[in-house]
């Protein structure tokens, strides 16, 4: 039985990214400071699961995830 979406190689790959960064995640999200783990959310809510339907995307979209080193200098300051 075949599934609603299209099972060609790039969207199966596209797919399985998005699952894996979900799990990994869950299994980390109660270590994460709040602030991280609010740009973890933003970032796979927004960001990889709309690279999952947007093609012409060449790979997940990482500037949110660049905020997280402005993050991590300002907690180093403190």
């Given at each position: 039985m075949r599934g609603i979406e299209g099972d060609d190689s790039?969207?199966?790959y596209r797919r399985g990214y998005e699952h894996g960064?979900?799990?990994?995640?869950h299994a980390v999200e109660r270590f994460?400071?709040?602030?991280?783990?609010e740009v973890l959310r933003a970032w796979i809510q927004e960001d990889v699961h709309g690279w999952r339907y947007k093609a012409m995307l060449g790979g997940?979209?990482?500037w949110r995830?660049?905020?997280?080193?402005g993050l991590r200098s300002l907690?180093?300051?403190r």
């Open positions: 790039e969207m199966a960064v979900i799990e990994m995640f994460l400071a709040p602030a991280t783990r997940p979209p990482i995830l660049n905020m997280l080193s907690i180093e300051v």
